[in-house]
């Protein structure tokens, strides 16, 4: 080997070593960062809650009266047909244009519009995120929804580098809660924290979810009626959502046993029990069926304890309220499609359901379809 020949492989391995160098510089110090600016939220955190009426009787519930409560996961405005996500086998991590957000935006308002409700249950709202172009989506609905509005943030990073892969696809500044919209005067609204969490320093840069409860006051009583707003973790090995749906029961039997009026409402990522198709005593299938055991799974909820408890569930196993961001959506062949049933309400006994509905808007503004309910009071 000639002295040439050395030289140049002594140089070639110089650079080698300082774009290592830099690369482990770099990550140590994104990681350190990302260390420093972790949202930490305490276990309880009292929020306010925007636009609330007066606390007179006008704006207190009516058991006299039927209500009316939708769920809705947004997606923040970003999760359209046109979509796929790269944590559920696709490649994206936000939309092409705030254009698109836009229309999405508008297409959910219309939603809205057309299903008026007395209180609204929000989740994947984004305040000021890059993945959505840095529109505040509350303040969005806020202008055309003349209604108290309250906020539990349960994202919140300076920059979520994922995809990891594809850069511009990143998802990066991410604020993002569920939101409570309501006609009632709410007396006070809780953010609480759920337990479990992922593996550091994966946790750095995802979510911290949480439970938002609102109390509202019934009318010439000293009840209330107790609505939780909830969004449970997906991408879990199901440990953690255990653990939330632990928290929730507790929280559940705590507001009941103290005589109130209990609803909870939202996204739980877990297939409600009557869409689990049993045949056995540890075999079963789901309704919408997986159609490749690679796909995202959301595991069977238990039922027992809600049925032991006297709670009941508010679900509709006739239309898919979830579908797998895989690919876009298949229009074509809409059995091409991976479906899921995870959106809904569960409800104390002093409640009668008189009608649940999963609206079928075809999956075009968001990942999931909203779902609406309509509750008699018992006594």
């Known amino acids: 080997m000639v002295k040439s020949e050395v030289i140049r492989m002594k140089r070639a391995l110089k650079i080698l070593m300082i774009f290592v160098i830099v690369i482990?510089?770099?990550?140590?110090?994104?990681?350190?960062?990302?260390?420093?600016?972790?949202?930490?939220?305490?276990?309880?955190?009292?929020?306010?809650?925007?636009?609330?009426?007066?606390?007179?009787?006008?704006?207190?519930?009516?058991?006299?009266?039927?209500?009316?409560?939708?769920?809705?996961?947004?997606?923040?405005?970003?999760?359209?047909?046109?979509?796929?996500?790269?944590?559920?086998?696709?490649?994206?991590?936000?939309?092409?244009?705030?254009?698109?957000?836009?229309?999405?935006?508008?297409?959910?308002?219309?939603?809205?519009?057309?299903?008026?409700?007395?209180?609204?249950?929000?989740?994947?709202?984004?305040?000021?995120?890059?993945?959505?172009?840095?529109?505040?989506?509350?303040?969005?609905?806020?202008?055309?929804?003349?209604?108290?509005?309250?906020?539990?943030?349960?994202?919140?990073?300076?920059?979520?580098?994922?995809?990891?892969?594809?850069?511009?696809?990143?998802?990066?500044?991410?604020?993002?809660?569920?939101?409570?919209?309501?006609?009632?005067?709410?007396?006070?609204?809780?953010?609480?924290?759920?337990?479990?969490?992922?593996?550091?320093?994966?946790?750095?840069?995802?979510?911290?979810?949480?439970?938002?409860?609102?109390k509202y006051p019934i009318k010439d009583s000293d009840k209330y009626l107790t609505v939780i707003n909830v969004h449970l973790s997906a991408y879990d090995d199901g440990t953690m959502r255990l653990e939330e749906m632990e928290a929730l029961k507790t929280l559940m039997l705590e507001e009941y046993d103290k005589g109130n009026y209990v609803i909870v409402g939202g996204d739980f990522n877990q297939t409600f029990p009557q869409a689990i198709i049993e045949n056995g005593e540890s075999d079963f299938e789901y309704l919408f069926e997986l159609k490749n055991d690679e796909f995202w799974q959301a595991f069977p909820m238990d039922g027992v304890w809600f049925e032991e408890n006297d709670f009941s569930f508010g679900v509709d196993i006739t239309t898919p309220s979830c579908r797998l961001l895989h690919q876009a959506y298949d229009t074509e062949n809409p059995d091409n499609n991976q479906y899921y049933l995870i959106d809904g309400f569960i409800v104390s006994n002093n409640l009668n359901i008189d009608t649940v509905e999963t609206l079928d808007e075809n999956f075009v503004y968001s990942d999931h379809n909203p779902v609406k309910i309509t509750i008699n009071f018992i006594g």
């Open 24 to 214: 482990i510089v770099f990550s140590v110090g994104f990681i350190l960062t990302l260390q420093i600016f972790e949202y930490r939220p305490e276990d309880i955190t009292e929020l306010s809650i925007e636009n609330n009426p007066v606390d007179s009787d006008e704006f207190h519930v009516d058991i006299n009266e039927t209500l009316t409560i939708l769920t809705f996961n947004i997606g923040y405005a970003s999760l359209s047909q046109t979509e796929d996500f790269a944590m559920d086998g696709g490649t994206k991590g936000r939309m092409d244009s705030k254009a698109e957000v836009e229309a999405n935006l508008l297409g959910i308002k219309g939603i809205i519009e057309s299903n008026p409700a007395d209180i609204y249950l929000f989740q994947e709202v984004d305040i000021d995120s890059h993945r959505s172009y840095n529109i505040n989506q509350l303040d969005y609905f806020n202008t055309f929804l003349e209604m108290s509005s309250v906020l539990a943030y349960n994202y919140r990073c300076i920059f979520v580098p994922f995809p990891y892969t594809n850069p511009s696809q990143m998802m990066g500044k991410v604020n993002s809660g569920i939101v409570t919209f309501s006609n009632f005067y709410g007396e006070s609204a809780q953010r609480h924290q759920l337990p479990g969490s992922f593996n550091w320093p994966i946790s750095l840069a995802n979510l911290k979810r949480a439970m938002m409860i609102t």
